[in-house]
């Protein structure tokens, strides 16, 4: 289902409640200000329950095949759910690129959980038509019941769109060949056999940046949301044929692509926000997976519905300063000296190189 019609309703509420009874009706009848806002509340209720109930939808992931296939399988949620998967009795298809880890983690799988693993050698930031063909052969005699397109990549670090183009222009097509085609491709390889048995659950993780304003990650957000559009559009199509499609907008979990540090409650560990989301992916099309997702998403959901002027700056200031620890990690960038280290693009200052060199020594 798609969320927004409820995400712009949900924000109207918030602000003719708040604003409603003072601003644009100037009632000054106590009564009425509550029957307004009683009147409010009410709506909102039905509405929320009315997405609740037709999202609703019981999948017992045991029972949609023998095989689950997880792309980027070999570090941080993608590993997570190889486990996870395995825990329930699934037989695990690992895809990834690095050969040396896809055989590492197959056997801790093998071991541990004592079911079948496969692996497959793939670098999606390719479009090499004969490594796709490669892939689809590997799955063709498989009873694929669970498909987890997890893979993804970020930029080399944030930063404005014409200055990444000055530097590192290659990130641009890589990260539309891995976020995107890689989903496209290994949806298409799957699909029909779901079809054919009836069955199957498809997860396609998605962001956080895909609903909420995310400077200096432009591409990113958009390659997430993109995910958002498909799934919810697929979950339409097919869920007559007994497959249900997840869209899962995860916020941030301690992994090497989000390069952030624990905070309990928000920030979980791989393992713990895997197990969390698998719950909820077994009862709606779209979900956080996390109770600490959720409510960040939400907080920044309102307060950009009701103060648009204040978040809007705040969050630039946000983005900025990821950009600001990451861009002088970026030895390419450094050695260039091309790309600011302060906050305007356009010109280099020497006080920026300065803080960089005492920072690196």
Same mark, same amino acid.
């Given at each position: 289902r798609d969320v927004r019609p409820h995400v712009y309703f949900v924000q109207f509420c918030i602000v003719f409640t708040v604003i409603g009874p003072f601003g644009v009706f100037k009632i000054s009848n106590f009564k009425m200000d509550a029957v307004w806002v009683a009147v409010v509340v009410i709506v909102l209720f039905i509405v929320s329950v009315s997405y609740v109930i037709h999202s609703w939808e019981k999948v017992d992931i045991r029972q949609t095949g023998s095989w689950a296939v997880v792309t980027g399988a070999t570090d941080g949620i993608g590993k997570s759910f190889c486990h996870e998967l395995a825990e329930l009795g699934m037989n695990v298809v690992l895809v990834s690129r690095n050969v040396d880890k896809l055989q590492t983690c197959a056997k801790e799988i093998e071991e541990t959980f004592g079911v079948a693993t496969k692996i497959i050698q793939a670098d999606f930031t390719s479009l090499d038509k004969e490594m796709y063909a490669r892939i689809r052969r590997e799955l063709d005699d498989l009873d694929v019941g669970v498909l987890v397109?997890?893979?993804?990549?970020?930029? #080399?670090?944030?930063?404005?769109?014409?200055?990444?183009?000055?530097?590192?222009?290659?990130? %641009?097509?890589?990260?539309?060949?891995?976020? #995107?085609?890689s989903a496209v491709n290994m949806t298409r390889f799957v699909l029909s056999g779901m079809v054919e048995r009836r069955r199957g659950l498809i997860i396609n993780v998605s962001s956080v940046f895909a609903q909420i304003p +995310?400077?200096?990650?432009?591409?990113?957000? +958009?390659? $997430?949301? %993109?995910? +958002? $559009? %498909?799934?919810?559009?697929?979950a339409l199509e097919y869920k007559t044929f007994g497959i249900h499609v997840h869209l899962l907008r995860t916020g941030f979990v301690v992994t090497k692509l989000s390069d952030v540090e624990g905070i309990f409650g928000f920030v979980p560990d791989p393992k713990t926000y895997v197990k969390s989301a698998l719950k909820q992916t077994a009862f709606s099309r779209d979900s956080d997976g996390y109770f600490g997702h959720w409510l960040t998403r939400m907080v920044f959901m309102a307060l950009w519905a009701v103060v648009p002027f204040i978040m809007d700056p705040v969050m630039k200031a946000l983005m900025s300063s990821a950009r600001q620890k990451r861009i002088v990690k970026c030895e390419k960038c450094l050695r260039e000296k091309s790309i600011p280290i302060a906050a305007t693009p356009w010109k280099w200052s020497k006080n920026s190189i300065n803080r960089v060199t005492n920072k690196e020594t």
């Open positions: 397109n997890n893979v993804g990549i970020n930029l #080399i670090h944030p930063d404005y769109f014409h200055v990444l183009d000055e530097r590192h222009d290659e990130t %641009f097509q890589n990260l539309i060949n891995c976020n #995107i085609t +995310a400077p200096f990650n432009g591409l990113y957000s +958009a390659s $997430k949301s %993109f995910l +958002a $559009k %498909f799934s919810n559009d697929l």
